[in-house]
């Protein structure tokens, strides 16, 4: 489980009750929502939260470095608590579904010297791509 409302605690974060259920949302392990699911969820925890309260709160998160933006192949963005772990991203190409995934070895190493054109790597972020077992299936009267 992300343990972001111990880390926005532990910076001084003023928790008001809107930023509280922001954060309680936004917690827990392959949370991606996008901000309008952020605030349906929100809604159901605070019925009075605005979401222009849950945009700002989320962009306010995303700028303290304690929730990272995911885009995705120009789908909606989508928030991750996990900002303080090493993790790359695998997506669904036909729900859009989205699960944190921790390959094995170093992704900066895996890149040749001969290939980095003198550059020196500081991040690295790998998607991976596929259906999810819970995607439906194409639908074969559709028309590419």
């Excluded at 972001?4 to 949302?25: F, I, N, P, S």
């Excluded at 991606?32 to 989320?58: C, M, Q």
């Excluded at 993790?87 to 010297?113: E, K, Y």
């Amino acid at each position: 489980m992300s343990d972001l409302l111990e880390r926005l605690r532990d910076r001084g974060w003023r928790l008001t009750a809107q930023r509280r259920v922001v954060a309680q949302v936004l917690d827990g392990d392959h949370v991606h929502f996008t901000a309008d699911e952020v605030h349906a969820l929100a809604v159901g925890l605070l019925p009075e939260i605005s979401r222009a309260t849950v945009y700002n709160t989320l962009g306010e998160l995303v700028s303290l470095g304690e929730v990272l933006e995911v885009s995705t192949d120009g789908r909606a963005k989508r928030y991750d608590p996990n900002a303080h772990q090493a993790h790359q991203h695998l997506v669904c190409s036909r729900c859009g579904t989205i699960r944190d995934v921790h390959p094995a070895g170093d992704p900066i190493a895996a890149l040749p010297a001969a290939e980095r054109f003198g550059f020196a790597i500081t991040e690295v972020e790998v998607t991976y791509r596929g259906v999810c077992p819970a995607a439906p299936s194409p639908d074969p009267g559709a028309r590419p």
